[in-house]
């Protein structure tokens, strides 16, 4: 059962069901920034800026990694830590799409839909911090 709740100033989330998270692949963050990975990697197959490319690969490929590095530490802290990188990463990669339409190496529809996942992803792991800190 989904239903709203308040997630900080004006602002609420659709509560999701509670399930057991027994491996990082369980995690819906980890899973959304799986899906912008490769969405970065075919939007830019052909981008032939092997510089930005390869930068904006290795942030995109950052986020998932380290959720999934965190998780296995077997340590809150240090899940706290990787989450808090992977969230930078995001910051990382929103600057780099943003360069890239700027170039023209994306389109900018495009473009501005990856920036929104990654913001949204970005969120996802504000609020997983928040909840790790203050429940575990």
Known sequence: ???DVQAGVG???????????RKFEDLDVWKE???????VYRELGNCTD???????????VSVPSNIAEGFERASTKEFIRFLRIAKGS????????????????????VGRGMVEEAR??????SRLIQVRLQKF
Not at 11 to 21: D, F, H, L, S
Not at 33 to 39: E, F, G, N, P, T
Not at 50 to 60: D, E, H, I, K, Y
């Open 1 to 3: 059962m989904m239903q």
């Open 11 to 21: 602002q609420t989330v659709p509560e999701v069901v509670k399930r057991p998270v």
């Open 33 to 39: 920034s799986m899906r912008l990975s490769v969405k």
């Open 50 to 60: 092997f510089g930005l490319r390869n930068q904006m690969q290795r942030s995109s």
């Open 90 to 109: 995001c910051g990382e990669l929103r600057t780099q799409i943003y360069l890239a339409i700027r170039l023209g190496l994306i389109d900018k529809e």
């Open 120 to 125: 949204k992803i970005a969120g996802m792991l």
